[in-house]
């Protein structure tokens, strides 16, 4: 993520301990980025200082050109919708590396910080058509990535304790995320489906193993998972043996709707 310097000493009236600070962790920050490590901390300590010098009694001596990846703006919400995505996406690094009960608040951060980018985008009124076509300049593209966290968020709670109600979560989430933003690959969406599938299986009682099997062989053509198939054979052969039900079955993930969804982000915000 290329990114120009910036010295905010040079451009703001204001305190220079704090402009100097606020250069100096952003220096920081864009080092991390440069050397791929994480660099939460640092990111976080700039953003506080810099929604501090953003308040709309700063004034500037001259205008500050902030550059991402080949495009610029003089706007400064420019500066922060990139600062939020670093942020979101460290959160999200970190919370993978952690253990499930570890994990809960950095998966929240994730989402909280894309949330934030939309709250961003809704009062960014700086009219630029060089940047008006970015993934980052677009709302979708960020209820995107807070739905995928929202869905790894209660991916983690299934890790920690494996049901139906987390899983059958996760992947709603993630299939709202796909229709929402279409543009990247959702890798795990055919893995958490089937997870689902099987975890509706369990809770149906034995009398109705056509129905389990019948779940089963759609989770089989899902994704390739040692327990989906030991299970599957398990009730096809007990369906064979002793039940012998028709295998078929009108049973279906419901879809969430795209309220139901947003206060799915808001729950997991608060």
Excluded at 84 to 91: G, K
Aim: glycine share 2%; proline share 2%; aromatic share 12%.
């Amino acid at each position: 993520m290329n990114t120009n310097t910036v010295y905010f000493e040079r451009h703001v009236k204001s305190d220079s301990r704090k402009l100097i600070r606020a250069s100096e962790l952003r220096r920081k920050l864009v080092q991390s980025v440069t050397h791929g490590k994480n660099g939460y901390d640092t990111c976080y300590s700039y953003y506080r200082v810099l929604n501090d010098i953003m308040r709309t009694e700063t004034r500037l001596k001259t205008p500050i050109l902030f550059e991402w990846n080949g495009y610029n703006s003089t706007c400064w919400k420019f500066e922060k919708l990139h600062i939020l995505q670093m942020l979101s996406h460290w959160s999200h690094e970190v919370a993978v590396e952690k253990s499930p009960k570890e994990a809960k608040e950095w998966f929240s951060k994730a989402v909280v910080f894309e949330t934030e980018m939309v709250k961003c985008l809704n009062s960014y009124k700086w009219n630029d058509p060089s940047i008006s076509l970015l993934p980052i300049m677009n709302q979708r593209f960020h209820l995107s990535n807070a739905f995928l966290y929202a869905s790894d968020y209660y991916f983690n709670m299934y890790n920690f304790k494996a049901s139906l109600v987390p899983v059958k979560k996760s992947y709603q989430l993630l299939e709202i995320a796909s229709r929402v933003w279409k543009k990247r690959e959702y890798d795990q969406l055919n893995r958490r489906k089937a997870l689902c599938l099987k975890h509706m299986a369990e809770e149906l009682e034995d009398d109705k193993c056509g129905e389990r099997v019948a779940l089963m062989e759609e989770a089989m053509q899902l994704c390739e998972d040692d327990d989906i198939k030991e299970k599957y054979d398990l009730w096809k052969q007990q369906n064979e043996s002793v039940y012998y039900n028709q295998v078929s079955t009108d049973r279906t993930i419901s879809y969430l709707s795209l309220h139901d969804s947003i206060q799915s982000l808001c729950s997991i915000s608060t």
